[in-house]
C-alpha cells in the first residue's frame, strides 16, 4: 500500500509539480489549496505526511509535527523537491545556507544525522534520507 501525501499549497503549479514529483516516486498524493480545510480534509482521508506551504516551516508527519531547525527543514526542503536525486554535500550546504558556504562540507553530515533521528522517532524502520556513498544524500522516495 503506497504512502499518503498532502501537498497543501496555494500556487497550483507548484502544488502540480509536487505530485508528479511524488506520483512518479509510488506515493499517492491529494492538495489542498487553503490551509483552513485541511483539518477537514485530513479527518476524510489521513495522510502519513503532510506538506505545507514551505512559509510555515513546519513539517507534520503522522499528524504530529516534526521540530526541524531551520537547516534541518532547509535540507528536506531540497530533497523532497527532487526525490531519488542525489545532491552532493558541497551542493546541499550551499542551497541551505543561500551562500558559498567556506565552512567544512562535512558539516553536513551532522545535519543529515539528526534530520534522520528525527524522522526515524516518527516513522520507526524506515529510512528516507538514503546516503550514496561517494556522492552525497537522496530523499529515497520509495513507499511501502
Known amino acids: 500500500m503506497s504512502r499518503h501525501i498532502l501537498i497543501v499549497e496555494d500556487e497550483k503549479k507548484i502544488a502540480d509539480l509536487l505530485c508528479d514529483y511524488l506520483k512518479a516516486a509510488g ?13 477537514a480534509q485530513i479527518k476524510k482521508d489521513p495522510s502519513d505526511l503532510i506538506l505545507l506551504d514551505y512559509k510555515t516551516h513546519q ?3 503522522d499528524k504530529q509535527v516534526l521540530n526541524l531547525t531551520p537547516n534541518e527543514f532547509g535540507l528536506l526542503k531540497i530533497l523532497m523537491s527532487q ?5 552532493s554535500r558541497s551542493e546541499l550546504i550551499n542551497r541551505v545556507q543561500g ?11 551532522t545535519h543529515i544525522k539528526n534530520l534522520r533521528k528525527k524522522i526515524a522517532q516518527k ?6 534520507i538514503s ?8 530523499f529515497s522516495a520509495s513507499a511501502d
Not at 83 to 87: G, I, S
Not at 123 to 128: D, K, N, T, W
Not at 131 to 138: A, F
Open 99 to 109: 551562500y558559498d558556504f567556506e565552512g567544512y562540507d562535512r558539516t553536513i553530515d
Open 27 to 39: 506515493f499517492r498524493t491529494s492538495t489542498q489549496n487553503n490551509g483552513e480545510r485541511v483539518i
Open 59 to 61: 513539517v507534520m508527519i
Open 123 to 128: 516513522l520507526p524502520g524506515q529510512e528516507i
Open 131 to 138: 546516503t550514496v556513498y561517494g556522492v552525497g544524500y537522496k
Open 83 to 87: 526525490p531519488n536525486r542525489v545532491f
